[in-house]
């Protein structure tokens, strides 16, 4: 879409690049974990990507993750303002603001918000940490025209 | 540091959470930890499918923080040795585990009727286990409770198949549809506890005290694990490359070891099988490698055409041997037939292909016969295997309920024990390669080439005294307890040498040097032998298979005279470290 193509131009992305090449390590999930420099975390409580099987890994996998709404429902739900949509698709997370309702993960048709230990939530903000990660080429982070 | 310990009481359906920092600073974790859990919890008389039997699911330090390091250990009393069960997995098990925030599980008890657990984060749920109880097949167990239960993509599913329920003394625990506590019969120890399976979820985050270094090492130790060719062989061909080299060696055992190398070994070799049959390559939870090789296999309905299924079968070296060369089986498809049969039971490939061996020459030396067997088992002969695989489960004659506790106790009762491939009561992996392998299956503790890769050993040092094979054994086993403790995947034993794992230690806030990490695998390798002997481990028990002496091996006709001085040898050195 032209519209779009005006809108993304230039824009930096996680992108799924060959989901059949897909082994299931979950190396995405923890590095999203380690991604702040200052504070790394151990686990995958705040990860905001997570590698499935399609009910066995043997019939496939999927790698679910904000894909970066133009028009974020889960945007328009929070009461709080602690996600707001970004400039060229996705959200921003404050957060400080966030109140732990939830009402983002019931809104987002992916299911690509996911809650942390804490309550509060994790989503994917386009960062591209994960994707040194991946050793098979599954997902890439780049320039994304439409 | 993770240093709870979730206690949970199948008699009473309660459970409790122990910190012990104390017991992971000294032991780590995995093998180190659940010795001394089993010596806390069980009593080392108790009948191993009795109520009194305990259950420990261990991990370790290095788990989720680092990659190659996502093993569990279980440890129990074996139901088919009597002895030191341990036997270890991958899958998502380990990751799980610390996720919902443990170091380890006790499962003590039995359950009055069917139950499966769930562990999630500080709740442990009972579930109502009947209607699971009574389904022969662990793949449809798992995918009714995959259904039933939440955590897609982040819990670990443990359970069993009919073999268990039924108590096969080698049935197994069968994690995340692929990955196996596979040997000494953990399975039937769930089912003596009218345990169907067990899931663990949990989405719990630890911090490192070094930010910094933290994510130094691990770039450090993915970069190895990714660029170096120290784990290149399990990337392509899988465990499954050792086929074609151990026969050439001759040392891949055939027809019950009647020979050490197979005539058809191309056909089912890692090649072959990658050439022909490889789907889909999977990995372990925080593992680059992705060892876990499936083959797609197709058949045909005989009587409906333009109807196929096709089937998902995972394939490693061990079932190849076990199901293919020991069973004179070297047509691709039929040797995925029985190794998906073996899967869907929920058995121990190796103990199942070695017993069914051992039936084949008693039957073909007329020490049983086909009213015994029901069926004519011949080597070579998939359909009669795959029929034998059904009795072994539905156990129909005696013959078969002894052959379901496994091959030195069918043995004792038809005899054949000359021809009976077990040691220690465990039956053999797939390598005759000579005096380190059979001291390894004999003196290892959990009788597993694992151990102590005598495997290995006989290929790289020809001409060791009985004394020198000893102590290499025992150097290499103490070793293994630290990486076992940790847990990281013996695979990645070259990645993660003493310096590497101190390093890595550093910043989780244990500190403990290359030289220290060593001398704690001597030490766990003591309490791990003291166990043993509490469980009842004689050494003069032990007995050997005159067959292993009958068929050249790597090293040529082995003499039994070098095996007593190793294992007097041996018996001085236990005695000194007891």
């Given at each position: 879409m032209k519209l779009s193509k005006k809108r993304w131009g230039g824009v930096k992305r996680l992108v799924v690049e060959d989901i059949e090449k897909c082994v299931g390590c979950g190396l995405c999930m923890f590095a999203c974990s380690r991604r702040s420099a200052k504070n790394p975390e151990i686990g995958n409580s705040s990860s905001a990507i997570l590698p499935v099987s399609l009910s066995g890994f043997e019939r496939g996998a999927t790698v679910i993750f904000c894909r970066a709404c133009e028009e974020p429902p889960c945007a328009q739900v929070c009461p709080s303002g602690a996600l707001k949509p970004k400039k060229g698709g996705g959200v921003v997370y404050v957060e400080n603001l966030c109140l732990g309702c939830h009402y983002c993960v019931e809104a987002c048709t992916l299911n690509a918000i996911f809650v942390r230990e804490d309550g509060k939530i994790a989503v994917c903000i386009h960062c591209g940490y994960c994707a040194d990660y991946c050793p098979h080429g599954v997902i890439a982070y780049k320039e994304v025209e439409a | 540091m993770r240093d709870a310990v979730l206690i949970i009481d199948l008699d009473n359906y309660t459970y409790e959470v122990e910190h012990r920092p104390e017991l992971f600073e000294k032991w780590l974790g995995g093998t180190g930890v659940a010795v001394q859990l089993m010596r806390e919890h069980?009593?080392?008389?108790?009948?191993?499918?009795?109520?009194e039997n305990v259950i420990v699911f261990a991990t370790g330090p290095l788990t989720p923080a680092y990659p190659l390091a996502s093993k569990t250990v279980a440890m129990f009393k074996s139901p088919l040795t009597g002895n030191l069960g341990e036997s270890h997995a991958g899958g998502r098990t380990a990751v799980s585990i610390a996720a919902a925030g443990y170091g380890a599980i006790v499962i003590k008890g039995a359950s009055k009727k069917p139950v499966y657990l769930v562990v999630e984060n500080d709740k442990v749920y009972f579930r109502d286990g009947r209607v699971l109880w009574g389904i022969p097949d662990s793949l449809i167990v798992g995918r009714i409770i995959a259904e039933n239960e939440p955590g897609r993509g982040t819990r670990t599913m443990m359970r069993i198949g009919g073999a268990g329920e039924k108590l096969v003394r080698y049935s197994c625990v069968t994690t995340e549809t692929y990955r196996h506590f596979g040997r000494l019969g953990l399975g039937a120890v769930f089912g003596s506890k009218k345990l169907k399976a067990l899931i663990v979820r949990g989405r719990k985050k630890y911090l490192p005290t070094d930010a910094k270094k933290y994510r130094e090492v691990y770039d450090e130790i993915y970069k190895i694990a990714i660029e170096s060719d120290a784990m290149k062989k399990y990337h392509l061909?899988?465990?499954?490359?050792n086929v074609i080299p151990l026969n050439e060696l001759k040392a891949l055992p055939t027809r019950n070891l009647k020979a050490a190398r197979f005539e058809r070994a191309e056909d089912i070799s890692g090649e072959a099988l990658a050439e022909y049959n490889l789907g889909r390559r999977i990995a372990c939870s925080h593992c680059p490698v992705a060892c876990i090789h499936l083959a797609a296999l197709r058949l045909p309905y005989e009587n409906e055409p333009y109807f196929f299924r096709t089937i998902m079968i995972s394939y490693d070296y061990e079932l190849i041997y076990s199901l293919g060369s020991m069973l004179g089986i070297g047509n691709r498809d039929d040797l995925l037939r029985l190794i998906h049969r073996v899967e869907t039971y929920g058995l121990d490939a190796m103990s199942t292909g070695v017993c069914l061996a051992w039936a084949t020459e008693a039957l073909e030396r007329g020490i049983v016969g086909e009213k015994d067997t029901l069926v004519k088992l011949a080597f070579g002969d998939v359909e009669g295997y795959l029929k034998a695989i059904d009795f072994i489960y539905e156990q129909p004659t005696e013959f078969y309920k002894h052959l379901a506790m496994g091959v030195s106790h069918a043995a004792e009762v038809y005899g054949g024990k000359e021809f009976a491939l077990a040691f220690g009561g465990n039956e053999m992996p797939g390598y005759h390669t000579g005096y380190a392998a059979v001291l390894n299956y004999l003196i290892g503790m959990r009788h597993s080439h694992l151990d102590s890769a005598g495997y290995s050993l006989d290929q790289k040092a020809k001409e060791l005294s009985p004394e020198e094979t000893i102590d290499r054994l025992i150097e290499e086993e103490s070793w293994r307890q630290t990486l076992s403790s940790l847990v990281v995947c013996f695979f990645a034993r070259g990645i993660y040498t003493p310096e590497v794992i101190s390093k890595a230690l550093e910043p989780l806030s244990h500190s403990i040097s290359p030289d220290e990490l060593k001398k704690l695998g001597n030490e766990i390798y003591r309490e791990k032998a003291r166990l043993k002997v509490d469980l009842g481990f004689n050494l003069d028990e032990l007995s050997i298979p005159k067959r292993i002496f009958e068929t050249p091996s790597l090293h040529g006709k082995l003499s039994e005279d070098f095996v007593r001085k190793a294992l007097d040898y041996y018996r001085k050195k236990l005695r000194e470290m007891l």
């Open positions: - | 069980m009593n080392p008389k108790a009948d191993p499918l009795s109520p061909l899988g465990t499954a490359a």
